[in-house]
């Protein structure tokens, strides 16, 4: 144990290390890069957004508020985004953006010739404006792009009220900025705080009041099942990743209703997650779609759907966007902020926790002031029982509502 403490606080001090070293770099490059002369391109704007696909998805309607506005409906909007949601950001959203630069956050950080490639592109495009909306900002991602562009208007955000990431954004990267747009103190939802950012940054009132996502003209080969239920046994890391063998469990237990087959979806990555639950089932009713699907095509297959049974990923953004049904199992991380939705946001929505959180949820406040920047509670004390009484309750409303 003391040994294993010792290789946590050594871990701990290296990634420090390494990330002051990342930001010298940095700001040293985009010292030399701005030694050349810059034309401004008048009436151009960047908006960054280098998060995750769970994040693009809350804030992706907002572009058109943006694109829309009386503020900024006369610039050419550029989007630097990660490229991770690339092909879903340029199949759904070339109506709102003008142009896209995608950026790869792992050669951002560890390929010193990208970084520069990247940081010289946008100083020499010569943005009249950039904003980055993104209200957790990132020293060494966002807010280095803002630095770079040299533009006449740096708008963000005020920024997480979490102590030690927001004492070094007051000291290393506020300064980037012309203007930080407040952010309320207390808990919001993502899709309320993104409301809050962009209704301040456009002075004018905007009416999207839930995410929505349209995908009639996303191309899909005819499913093996006309009626079934998506399941997303997937996530970023283990500590939000209900273990297969419980998914096995579900599966088996429902398959038995009649109408109801089961699609396994994911990333190639997460095929062996899928194999060991296939290996464990005695039904056929289940295929495997882990790696076959671009993100557009997921997007589709999740709106046929009638129920999404997921991790919390960003499918289950996706699935309140096409207004789907979900259970997610979660492990409480950001409570208050990415789940659970407010119903006036999306009513069809279940959350399954693990017991600690359990036991307080007609408590929300206790819970947002312990999990709101983070939680290490382990995913697998949901018990299988819990996420079995969300998924038959789901299906009964279904059920109810057809007939």
Request: glycine share 4%.
């Amino acid at each position: 144990m003391i040994f294993a403490g010792m290789k946590s606080k050594f871990n701990l001090l290296y990634i420090k290390t390494l990330n002051l070293l990342q930001f010298l770099v940095t700001r040293f490059f985009i010292f030399l890069i701005q030694l050349e002369k810059q034309r401004c391109t008048p009436k151009t704007l960047l908006l960054i957004r280098l998060d995750l696909i769970g994040d693009y998805v809350i804030v992706r309607n907002f572009f058109y508020s943006l694109k829309n506005s009386k503020k900024y409906s006369h610039y050419r909007i550029t989007l630097a985004g990660n490229i991770i949601w690339k092909e879903l950001a340029e199949h759904f959203d070339k109506g709102a953006i003008d142009e896209f630069i995608w950026i790869d956050r792992v050669s951002f950080y560890r390929n010193l010739i990208y970084k520069i490639k990247i940081l010289k592109q946008i100083y020499q495009r010569g943005y009249e404006v950039v904003i980055d909306s993104t209200y957790t900002r990132e020293i060494l991602y966002g807010d280095a792009l803002v630095k770079a562009s040299n533009a006449a208007q740096r708008i963000g955000s005020s920024g997480a009220l979490d102590v030690y990431a927001k004492w070094k954004r007051n000291f290393l990267s506020d300064g980037y900025y012309t203007e930080l747009i407040p952010a309320t103190e207390n808990a919001l939802f993502e899709f309320y705080r993104n409301l809050e950012f962009f209704q301040q940054l456009l002075e004018e009132k905007i009416s999207i009041q839930n995410l929505h996502i349209h995908v009639s003209d996303v191309e899909l080969n005819e499913l093996l099942f006309s009626s079934y239920v998506v399941i997303v046994p997937g996530a970023s890391d283990n500590k939000r990743r209900w273990s297969p063998a419980n998914f096995a469990l579900i599966i088996e237990e429902f398959s038995g209703i009649e109408p109801l087959n089961f699609v396994i979806c994911g990333s190639n990555a997460e095929n062996q997650i899928a194999n060991e639950i296939l290996s464990s089932l005695k039904t056929n009713k289940v295929i495997n779609l882990c790696g076959k699907l671009k993100l557009s095509q997921l997007v589709k297959v999740i709106s046929k759907a009638m129920l999404l049974i997921s991790n919390e990923t960003g499918t289950i953004h996706i699935a309140a966007s096409t207004k789907t049904p979900f259970v997610c199992i979660s492990n409480g991380n950001h409570f208050g902020r990415f789940h659970p939705y407010p119903a006036e946001v999306f009513d069809k929505a279940i959350f399954v926790y693990p017991p600690k959180i359990k036991a307080h949820l007609t408590d929300p406040d206790y819970l947002q002031e312990k999990y709101r920047f983070g939680s290490e509670l382990d995913i697998n004390t949901v018990p299988v029982q819990d996420v079995r009484e969300a998924v038959n309750k789901q299906i009964f409303n279904l059920f109810h509502l057809q007939q």
